[in-house]
């Protein structure tokens, strides 16, 4: 029976260490999920226009700087994530894609 409990203990703590719960991380895997899900149809979306792969090129670009963000917010508070936080993982790549709209159209002038 003791080793029964032990064996439960153990499992349970491999598989969610006391300081990544499960029900925390769970909002986050969601909305990175929706926010890659978002970001592969404005790709394929980008890729049927006619101008040449510019738009496209653009918003493959703005993904880097964007996942490192959230890479940087996910390693730091991947338990408790803050409000600014989930703000900033919905409406980065947003922010990002359209700055490097203007500054494409700026440098073309």
Not at 25 to 54: C, H, N, S, W, Y
Not at 81 to 97: A, E, N
Request: hydrophobic share 50%.
């Amino acid at each position: 029976m003791i080793i029964q409990g032990c064996r439960n203990w153990v499992y349970e703590s491999a598989v969610y260490p006391p300081e990544i719960s499960a029900s925390g991380t769970k909002p986050l895997r969601k909305l990175l999920k929706m926010v890659a899900t978002l970001q592969g149809i404005a790709l394929v979306f980008a890729g049927t226009l006619l101008d040449g792969g510019e738009m496209t090129k653009l918003l493959a670009i703005a993904l880097l700087p964007y996942w490192l963000a959230v890479g940087l917010i996910v390693w730091r508070r991947s338990e408790k994530p803050t409000r600014s936080d989930r703000f900033l993982i919905k409406y980065l790549y947003l922010v990002i894609s359209i700055a490097g709209f203007f500054w494409q159209a700026h440098r073309e002038i």
